[in-house]
């Protein structure tokens, strides 16, 4: 079965920064891109990043570029979000997702909370 566990998330300053990581398992993960999402308070989630299969092509939400980081460890299973000069409004639960064929997978969510 598919599995995504994500870790990292936590409290910071504002201008500091964290690292998400999205351990996935159940499935040949260099085989899919992975994406990384956000909860837009009462709205939809809002895709943040995504990287290719290989790691080769990425993707940011505008309000995200220049700031964030997605990278992978295939060797790993492992899919990353390095958030540097994070500000408060990135404050929301964060999930790692891939599509594998007929169906969308979602880890559980981090939470990131950016405050003094």
């Known amino acids: 079965q598919v599995q995504l566990v994500e870790s990292g998330g936590g409290l910071v300053q504002p201008g500091g920064s964290l690292r998400l990581s999205c351990k996935a398992s159940?499935?040949?993960?260099?085989?899919?891109?992975m994406s990384w999402y956000r909860q837009v308070p009462g709205k939809e989630r809002e895709l943040v990043a995504s990287?290719?299969?290989?790691?080769?092509?990425?993707t940011y939400a505008d309000s995200v570029k220049g700031r964030f980081t997605i990278s992978r460890d295939n060797d790993k299973n492992t899919v990353y979000l390095q958030m540097n000069s994070l500000r408060p409004e990135a404050t929301t639960v964060y999930f790692c997702?891939?599509?594998?064929?007929?169906?969308?997978?979602w880890g559980q969510g981090t939470q990131v909370t950016v405050s003094s």
């Open positions: 997702y891939v599509k594998i064929i007929l169906y969308d997978y």
């Open positions: 990287i290719s299969s290989f790691g080769g092509t990425t």
């Open positions: 159940g499935f040949t993960f260099s085989g899919y891109p």
